[in-house]
């Protein structure tokens, strides 16, 4: 018996050896292939800007991360591979000319965790105070892109976002669908919560959990959910509604866990640019448009998209600054603006409006989990 069993063991240690070599050697030979991805990819990247087209080609990105996704599915979760593959193209762009990025911050609120999702640590990422701000450091060309919530599953519109392209010329080149998921978070007990921060979205997108479990806690607004936890970290009795990294980052515990109402909650941003996204066959456009305050004017607007089979994907009314009662439109459509059928449509549509403006083509994309 004693035989048996250190004829096992030593069976055993000579697998554990076998596996070891062979991880030794996958390792170096992955090291050995990314950095040939890296090569290869520089130099297609050169050529293809000596012949005028784009430095960053930000619209086949998702689609080479689909691909590959598609390719092999192992025993790796998506997100794994999803993130590995982010980070790669992040650090290919950074040998050609280091990216930068503006963004809602401070550190690890959901517009940082966005701009991580499209751009990797890779980029220079940069934090500013106001959605607003976000906007003038492109017009001022400070950074290369900027990042800007556009609307949430929950709440709608985000009205800062859709009020400074009404001020400040910007295109929309791409976008990001995040999955939002709230915790509460603090240094101390739920029973020990006497105020709540965040920011206004995401105190509306918990108010019914807020409502069950802590009624007598006051909801405090700040600029953003990084913000609150900041805050949280220092102020006993108060708790943030924030993300899981920014708990990470603060030192805060989690008080609760993915206390959002909707569990399908969802926050759309728009990357924006000086410049459009590419065309790829797998598009969509956003337009913003004023038309005449008379009965029937926005009936027939739509009614063009209808006339050339444009499926609408997004529609939003807000209303312009020093009148009473006219609105300028927000629509997004699939397709690119160059294909024929849009084009025939901004025709169209110019005809029946007094203000057209294009706002951007980007590639669509599907909803990712946070980084």
């Not at 596996?19 to 090569?39: F, I, P």
């Not at 934090?127 to 609307?151: N, Q």
Request: glycine share 6%; with cysteine; proline share 4%.
């Amino acid at each position: 018996m004693q035989k048996r069993t250190s004829e096992k063991k030593t069976d055993s240690q000579a697998t554990a050896n076998l596996l070891r070599r062979k991880v030794d050697k996958l390792g170096r030979d992955l090291v050995k292939q990314l950095h040939e991805y890296a090569q290869c990819s520089e130099k297609l990247t050169r050529l293809r800007h000596e012949q005028g087209g784009p430095l960053y080609d930000l619209e086949s990105e998702p689609r080479v991360v689909q691909q590959a996704l598609e390719s092999h599915r192992g025993r790796l979760p998506e997100r794994t591979v999803r993130a590995i593959l982010r980070e790669l193209l992040s650090g290919v762009r950074s040998l050609i000319k280091p990216v930068r990025v503006a963004y809602l911050g401070p550190t690890y609120s959901y517009s940082h965790l966005a701009a991580i999702e499209r751009f990797g640590n890779g980029a220079e990422l940069v934090p500013v105070a106001t959605i607003a701000t976000v906007f003038e450091e492109l017009s001022r060309k400070h950074v290369d892109f900027g990042i800007v919530p556009i609307e949430n599953s929950t709440d709608g519109r985000i009205v800062d976002t859709l009020g400074m392209f009404t001020r400040l010329p910007a295109r929309i080149c791409g976008e990001v669908q995040l999955r939002i998921h709230h915790y509460l978070l603090g240094r101390c007990e739920r029973s020990e919560v006497k105020e709540v921060y965040s920011k206004p979205q995401a105190l509306s997108q918990c108010r019914d959990w807020l409502a069950r479990h802590l009624p007598l806690a006051r909801t405090i607004e700040m600029t953003s959910t990084a913000a609150a936890a900041q805050l949280a970290a220092e102020k006993p009795g108060a708790a943030a509604i924030a993300s899981l990294q920014a708990a990470t980052n603060y030192g805060l515990n989690t008080i609760a866990e993915r206390i959002e109402d909707n569990k399908n909650n969802l926050t759309r941003f728009a990357v924006i640019s000086d410049h459009d996204g590419r065309r790829t066959g797998r598009d969509k456009t956003a337009l913003m448009f004023e038309i005449a305050h008379v009965p029937g004017s926005l009936a027939d607007a739509t009614a063009i998209f209808k006339r050339n089979r444009l499926n609408l994907t997004w529609i939003e009314s807000f209303p312009m600054l020093n009148t009473e009662s006219e609105y300028l439109f927000f629509v997004e459509l699939e397709g690119h603006y160059e294909d024929s059928k849009v084009k025939r449509a901004l025709e169209a549509l110019r005809r029946k409006t007094k203000r057209l403006e294009v706002l951007g083509a980007y590639t669509r994309t599907e909803p990712v989990e946070s980084p």
